[in-house]
C-alpha cells in the first residue's frame, strides 16, 4: 500500500523552471521559456501549469498567464514550450 500511495504522489509532481525571461514594454507582458520536468508522468496539463506559474509569480488572475507550444521529449520527463504574462 505504501509503495502504491509513494508512486501516485510522485506521478502527481512536476517541477517549472522559466529561462530566457525578458520583459516586453510594448507589448506590456512578460515573455519567457517554461521548462517542466515532469518523471513518471506523460504530460502537464496546461491549466495545472498555467496556475502553478501564476502562484509562482504571484498573478492574482490565472487567465493573464498563457502557456502554449508545448513539446514533450522523446522518452518523456521534460516539456519545453513558451509562456506569457500579461
Known amino acids: ?3 502504491t500511495r509513494r508512486r ?3 506521478e502527481k509532481t512536476c ?4 529561462r530566457k525571461f525578458l520583459t516586453n ?3 506590456q507582458r512578460k515573455q519567457f521559456i517554461v521548462d ?3 518523471p513518471g ?3 502537464v496539463p496546461k491549466q495545472e501549469l498555467r496556475e502553478k506559474l501564476a502562484k509562482q509569480y504571484k498573478i492574482q488572475d490565472v ?3 498563457q502557456v502554449y507550444g508545448m513539446r514533450t521529449a522523446f522518452g518523456g520527463g521534460k516539456t519545453t514550450g513558451f509562456g ?3
Open 1 to 3: 500500500w505504501q509503495t
Open 15 to 18: 517541477t517549472i523552471r522559466t
Open 84 to 86: 506569457l504574462i500579461y
Open 36 to 38: 517542466v520536468l515532469h
Open 8 to 10: 501516485r504522489m510522485a
Open 25 to 27: 514594454r510594448l507589448l
Open 41 to 43: 508522468r506523460a504530460n
Open 63 to 65: 487567465a493573464a498567464v
